[in-house]
């Protein structure tokens, strides 16, 4: 079955194509773009299911490449051959088949799909959880005007995502990682009559053409270090290419560069500091792409390219720093801008990108298997509570800011107890799925070998952890507990942050924003709204056309038979309602799947010190494609990689001898092979069968926290591991409870506290100013930039251009009075010479008499006679008149 | 060309042969052969000096009858030589004279056309083509 996975990508793609290049023309009803749509994912889904299941039992841990047995194959882009102009020295070193590889490379770039450890879980994963999202938004976008469109470009998207996943090659990656930020792209601007909805598209767009621009230069340097963009080509090579340590005698050389060219792009991507900022603003697209996109799966694209080069990233111990704390910087900054938004979606924004922070700060430690964990974790619970917020928004009427919520539980009993799984998920109580993959990181930021300073990242991290256990709680406490608020404030789809800010600083009354919603507008009922009664209001304040009226407009638009228009009736006296089934189905599943989803990488303390379940277990699973720096070689366990490995071993024993010059061999006091056998790639293996088991980078190891925790608990690896579960799950208990002080039991306190920390609050409200200081720096710096350019083109340039126009024209001008002149002047005198000599002549046979045509043709008649027969004529003349004169005489 | 007046100057030889009594009989169509040269004439002379496009008209009524009458001795000259194709000339006259009446009756149709439309019917004042 896997050789199908071709199917995979192009299913939704000819879904896509039907519904964007026919939706329209055709006017396909709704029901039929839902079923075009989730039809083609749900196939997809089942395909990939099934190849996963067959790859998994027949072929796994070898990657299986669609051109290797010629199930799909094409020569996308046939290079012929490069010159390799980098590493030359790195290829000398690592020798082997690299250094062989170093003449007559030929870079054929083929278009085939790789399927293994890696690339069917992010399948899974897009597929799985996409399904979900195309059933929700089904229920969410129903009425919408650009239904078909909607489908059609989350198509696209699916499409892009999977080849992004699924090539086989930087290449295809590539093409896959420009697709979804276009789709991205498309998909914020949704909304495209409002202008932030256009402006946060433009941003998101380019802020990852910044990122896009490093990972361009990556490849460019893969191909000139490597010569190939295939992955197994690739990844064959720099398996033996010499180690870059800090301590080394490189520490930043060719795979340094390779490596931070690819993490540009994937901050761009995964939304990391310092390019982070497009990510809550593409919340103005429409909710269910941020679940599926914006959390779920685009923003997962950095991950998942950070490990599939892990073996890259490995050999820079700089550049796992930087990863690493690029992963917990960023945990943190975003966490706390999290705790003081009142947009829910804009607080899931920023949640997003701090679990992203997490996942980047477990690739960092060297755990990438742990960072894809919670990938897949945080595609379940985050995509749950986005889809959760979307049903909050529609039953809100198109509502976003919390504090116009509160007291939901009572009316959507379901979308409550599913986003309750999704909170216990990510503030990471067991045994929910956040718990086991957020748990590992911190045990693996706290016991890390590949940087020094594993500690301090642990206490960011676990700081971060805590702010996320609290503004989660408070997000629910705001939306599902409490007061009914809706039914005091007014509602009116608002809660654009521009107008939060201004209402919160009392400068404002709740309906004098100045810019529209930031929120999606879905189509509503009149019988959906809710909220004070509205029309007295909006008559009295006179609020601005369009601002509060955006959504009725829609509406109206949707429904202009309707006598009971959404913008003439008055909001208020009714109730939020539960969602439709086709709206809450997904979010049970995806509850399902928060809830037990982390079990397939539970921790090894809880089952018996290793990581049970064989390749079912995630860690097993994607154990082949991480780089073991220990050995040089890809996984661990596998026994066909360790009969290569001692194949191998002549081949490589330079190498090896290379890397360990520095490194002394120290045995690795951390997690032995009994405890943690088959831990990610970050440990290396030690033990009997191992002797050579080393410090990924060798050296001395600096304070590590684990180990300490160890020693003092008695050398036992176990209890180490005990302690950190118990730590990560109290700090999880201890941002709950304040979360529960602070809004539930104490509602009070969070004014009081604002005014007590008043600068950190208004930082954290405003976001550091980020965006505000990236525009006084780049942006308008750009526009000075681009005015001074455009100054001196206009000027310069054009200057240029029309001089040399100005002097073309009048050297045309003197050319003209020549040729004007003396040319047609000479013409001109002959035809008037011409003229006057015959005309005259000419005039006077043209008469106009007939007559006088008819004599000319009579006398033409009797010349053209007389000179054929003018003798014959003559002679009989003659004797015709001698014979009269015979008659006479 | 020549087919077209070979039988021509194969008569006016044979006419001059017999005036030369060379002993075979045949019929004598000079006289009718003149009359048509005459008739001709007189209807060439009439399109060239008249300026009524009618009488024009019958000029050319009478080029055309000209030729009838050449075709009709001509005929009648081949019937008594004994030749195959004598009757060829008499259905030639008919022709002319069913094209005739056609062009007379279209030619009078733009004449009267022409006469509403300039009030005249001479053709030195429809001078249309002068330069």
Redesign the interface.
Known sequence: MHRYIWLVPLLPLLGAAVNGLLGRRFRFPERVVGAIGVGSVALAFLISLAAVISYGSQVWPRPYVTSEDGAFSYTWIPGGAVELTQGEAERAQAGGAAAAHGQGAVLDVEWSYQLDALSSIFMLIITGVGLCIFVFATGYMHGDRGFYRFFAYLGLFMFSMLVLVMGSNFMMMFVGWEGVGLCSYLLIGYYFDRKEAGDASRKAFITNRIGDFGFALAVFAVIATFGTTQYTAVFEQARSFPVETVMGPVTWGIMSWIALGLFVGACGKSAQIPLYVWLPDAMAGPTPVSALIHAATMVTAGLYMVTRCNVIFQHSQAMMTVVAVVGALTALFAATIGITQNDIKKVLAYSTVSQLGFMFLACGVGAFVIGIFHVMTHAFFKALMFLGAGSVIHAMHHEQDMRRMGGLKKYMPKTYWTFFAGWLAICGIIPFSGFWSKDEILWNAASTEYVSGGWLLWGIATVAATCTAFYMTRLMALTFWGKERFLEVRAGGQADEAHAQAYADGEATPHTAVTPSVGDRPHHGPEESVGAAHALESAAVGEPEGVDAHGHDIHDRHDPGDPAGHGHHPHGSVLPHESPRSMWMPLAALAVLATVGGFVGISPAFAGGAHVGGRLNIVNWLDPIIWNPATGQFGKHSPAQTSALAAHDKQTAGHEAVKQEGSHAAPLPTRTDDEHGTAGAGHAPAGGEHAAAALPYGGETRFNLAHSVQHVLGDSHTAAEWFFIVVSLLVAGFGIWLGFLFYVWRPHLPGVWAQRLGPLYRASFNKYRVDELYGAVFTRRTMDAARAVYAADSKVIDGAVNGAAWLTRQLSRFTGATDRLVVDGAVNGVAGFVKLLMSPLLRAAQTGLTANYALVMILGLVAGVGIFFGPEIWAILRSAIGDMFAFAL | ?NSL?TPA?ML?QGS?LD?MSEGIQRPDISKFLIIAALLFAVG?AG?????NIIV?FMSIELILNAANLNFIAFSRYLQETGHANAVAGQVFTVFIIVVAAAEAAIGLGLVIALYRNRETIF??K??????
């Open positions: 060309m007046f100057l006016l001059m005036n060439v399109v060239l000096t008249r300026r024009i053709v030195d429809i001078d249309l083509l002068k330069w």
